[in-house]
């Protein structure tokens, strides 16, 4: 099989399936006696990548594998062919998820102890149901409090491939620091970090989709590189 067949064969299984697929579930197309080897695989997708440049779609690599994705350039006139609106995630949940990207394995009481405010159960439920967050062990202390991690899913929707390719720590600024050099007022009706309601009417739009998001991801801080989930000495048996 030549190269440009192989990929072929890669670019048709990648627009079918809809989601990313790793080297192994594309070798898996093939059968045995006629299974390339991953070097050529690779090879072809490098391939459908280069046939990429100039067009609005790209070759994305991403913690479950490869995926075809339409760039980022293109998302304020793509967004328009659905009628329901972005999902909508509070301020206090994407402090949280940060908390747990950067400090992760972490529990509840530590994430708390951060923000200087009690973290609502809606909100790590709602972390868990996206598939973002999941419980990998428990802490080592009485009460034995769970420690919650990043997943794969986490990577996959932000559009990263490890954990090593969110921002750094300078790359983050807090908005309240940027206002304060600016001598700006907050906004009207803004509510307040402590105050009633902080935790769900305050609300930012995580733009992107599936793709991810640049300004998602900005919400975001560093974490160890790695594959989104981080291994504990005593996994949970009920995550």
Known sequence: MDLQQLANIIEAALLAAGKPLSLDKLLALFPDDARPERQDLRQALERIRESCEGRSFELKEVASGFRL?????????????????????????????????????ITRAEIEEVRGVSVSSHIIKTLQERGWVRVVGHRDVPGRPALYATTREFLDYFNLKGLDELP????????????????????????EEGSEGAEGDESMEAAGGEAGSDTARAEVVAAPAGDGTVPVTEPDQTA
């Open 168 to 191: 750094s720590l300078a790359e983050i600024r807090d908005i309240e620091t940027i206002n304060a050099e600016l001598d700006l007022e907050p906004p009207p009706g803004a509510v």
């Open 69 to 105: 994705q339409i760039r980022q350039d293109y998302a304020e006139w793509i967004s328009r062919l659905w009628e329901e609106r972005p999902p909508r995630y509070s301020r206090a949940l994407l402090e949280t998820l940060a908390l747990i990207a950067y400090k992760q394995p």
